[in-house]
């Protein structure tokens, strides 16, 4: 018997949009609608499955490594599928969303990857997600230029030689797409829709460049999931009639539970993986929002003040660099998101001077790339890489045998001198209010005190003002973290940006909404698992 026909999706409030038709074509919506019928209910039960372990997690206040893949981890034979051309050298990649002007800039940046990014760098729009495909799709045809109506400066594609190779990022499993619903009313995830959208009209087109449908896959909490994304790759690829192995999948390792399994994660996905990132703002979001419940040694200190150097992190980062190597697998280390001023020459001196010794460290360390968030960064952490890897495309050869992780490392917080600060709470409240205000407005990727900020930064900033209230926190200054301080410090912070942008463009802007958000996240006894989620209830359009 054969398998019923998709069920017709519709999409709902929403207006039409210029260039939906290269997008929203039939055949496109009736693939997404298969992905919808087959791996949804899977899907739901994986989010499911995420609620119990965070229970357990809450009962136990400690994670290990998993007996019942003990095998896999002991199986030196196994290895993933060797890199395609295009992404075998990775020194150096830069992210952001799939606005037409950035679509030009990032492929024209000199980096060697762009994350092409529907995710945390990109507020769900409809128009946002249907003409962020649509500007790939004409990248991919050399079909796309941008005039800045403000400057009047055009921008224009390099010669494909001198392109980036795309690797899109889709939303993770838990964001569901409101304006694209099955025959029953219910939303289709987000993640088949971006996904869906790009392997279908993209997937044929990047193999006549010498290039394949390549993808970051964000948030991911088990080895269960990503044998889900490994089971849609097969499928896709059979769908639209090219070779099995064609899909290439880097895995963000972005929270705490996956940083326990990230062998099976690529063993689940060895036909179809390409590496491992170490993504340091989600994963300590992670860490909070798991261990929220665990007592003093959890609670993190200024969000500044965890770098990569603290113990905890440095044994997520090097496991992460030997995992990857023993399995044949890139290392891409994290995000360097410091944005150049135009006005102050001290303060990038500064800032380049870190993102270097950032990028040196992580080089020295056996990454095989790293990530920036502009493309004034691309030619620093581009030395730093070439000082380590010369002509070689990677350093996966370099197998970090002297490393050694016990579980229990990952999870030493209290590791760390650093406390929570007064200022470090002040910190939280303005880019937490400032990100947030520009993600209502469609924005997803924003520049807050000269640092790019995306989604990432909100959670963080809006957990760690939940945990320091959560945990009675005192500040040096001998106030204590209580939801009354939140309020007032988030008050002159209001009162503080309308003095600062003058009362027209504060009423025409989302300041109080964002605020309230804000404090609604950080202030309710029942932590929300993400803030996309009731502040996606709030996105207009």
């Given at each position: 018997m054969s398998a019923p026909a998709p069920s017709p999706l519709a999409i709902v409030d929403a207006e039409p949009l210029p260039r939906q038709e290269k997008v929203l074509t039939d055949?496109?919506?009736?693939?997404?609608?298969?992905?919808?019928?087959?791996?949804?209910?899977?899907?739901?039960?994986?989010?499911?499955?995420?609620?119990?372990?965070?229970?357990?997690?809450?009962?136990?206040?400690?994670?290990?490594?998993?007996p019942e893949t003990a095998a896999i981890r002991a199986d030196d034979s196994w290895r993933v599928a060797p890199a395609p051309a295009a992404l075998n050298d990775r020194r150096v990649e830069i992210t952001g969303p799939t606005d037409r002007k950035m679509t030009i800039n990032a492929l024209n940046s000199g980096a060697r990857v762009w994350l092409a990014d529907f995710e945390d760098a990109s507020a769900p729009t409809w128009e946002n997600v249907v003409l962020g495909q649509a500007n790939l799709i004409d990248a991919y045809g050399r079909d796309i230029d941008f005039t800045d109506e403000r400057t009047g400066k055009s921008y224009a594609l390099r010669p494909n030689e001198e392109l980036a190779t795309v690797v899109m990022r889709p939303r993770g499993w838990h964001l569901d797409e409101r304006h694209l619903v099955d025959a029953d009313g219910t939303p289709v995830p987000g993640a088949f829709v971006d996904f869906g959208l790009y392997f279908f009209h993209?997937?044929?087109?990047?193999?006549?460049?010498?290039?394949?449908?390549?993808?970051?896959?964000?948030?991911?909490?088990?080895?269960?999931?990503?044998?889900?994304?490994?089971?849609?790759?097969?499928?896709?690829q059979d769908y639209v009639g090219i070779p099995q192995g064609t899909v290439?999948?880097?895995?963000?390792?972005?929270?705490?539970?996956?940083?326990?399994?990230?062998?099976?994660?690529?063993?689940?996905?060895?036909?179809?993986?390409?590496?491992l990132n170490a993504g340091r703002w989600d994963y300590l979001f992670s860490i909070v929002k798991n261990f929220r419940d665990g007592g003093a040694r959890f609670v993190l200190p200024d969000r500044n003040a965890v770098t990569m150097t603290a113990p905890f992190m440095r044994a997520y980062t090097e496991l992460l660099v030997r995992t990857c190597h023993k399995r044949g697998a890139h290392a891409i280390g994290g995000m360097a998101a410091f944005i150049p001023s135009r006005r102050d020459a001290e303060v990038?001196?500064?800032?380049?001077?870190?993102?270097?010794?950032?990028?040196?460290?992580?080089?020295?360390?056996?990454?095989?790339?790293?990530?920036?968030?502009?493309?004034?960064?691309?030619?620093?952490?581009?030395?730093?890489?070439?000082?380590?890897?010369?002509?070689?495309?990677?350093?996966?050869?370099?197998?970090?045998?002297?490393?050694?992780?016990?579980?229990?490392?990952?999870?030493?917080?209290?590791?760390?001198?650093?406390?929570?600060t007064y200022n470090g709470l002040v910190n939280a409240v303005q880019v937490g209010i400032r990100y947030i205000e520009a993600w209502l407005r469609g924005l997803g990727a924003v520049a807050i005190f000269n640092l790019m900020e995306d989604a990432a930064t909100a959670e963080i900033s809006r957990s760690q003002i939940w945990q320091w209230i959560n945990a009675g926190v005192e500040f040096e200054n001998g106030d204590r973290a209580t939801p009354e301080l939140a309020r007032k410090v988030a008050a002159e912070e209001l009162d503080a940006i309308r003095k600062e942008i003058g009362e027209q463009a504060f009423a025409a802007g989302h300041w109080q909404e964002a605020h309230d958000l804000l404090l609604k996240v950080s202030l309710d006894e029942d932590y929300a698992d993400f803030l996309t989620l009731p502040a996606y209830q709030q996105l207009k359009g």
């Open positions: 055949a496109a919506l009736a693939f997404v609608a298969e992905l919808h019928r087959r791996f949804t209910p899977r899907r739901d039960e994986l989010l499911a499955r995420r609620a119990e372990r965070r229970a357990e997690i809450a009962r136990t206040s400690t994670l290990d490594f998993l993209n997937a044929q087109r990047l193999l006549d460049l010498g290039k394949g449908p390549y993808f970051y896959l964000p948030k991911t909490e088990s080895h269960l999931e990503a044998r889900l994304w490994n089971d849609v790759f097969v499928f896709a290439r999948a880097t895995v963000l390792i972005e929270t705490i539970t996956a940083a326990y399994e990230m062998e099976e994660i690529l063993y689940e996905l060895r036909d179809h993986a390409a590496g990038n001196k500064v800032a380049f001077e870190k993102v270097r010794a950032d990028k040196d460290r992580e080089a020295n360390d056996g990454f095989d790339g790293s990530w920036v968030a502009h493309p004034d960064l691309v030619p620093i952490a581009m030395e730093s890489f070439d000082r380590v890897l010369g002509d070689k495309p990677n350093q996966k050869d370099r197998l970090r045998e002297d490393v050694r992780v016990e579980a229990a490392e990952l999870i030493a917080i209290d590791s760390l001198d650093a406390k929570p």
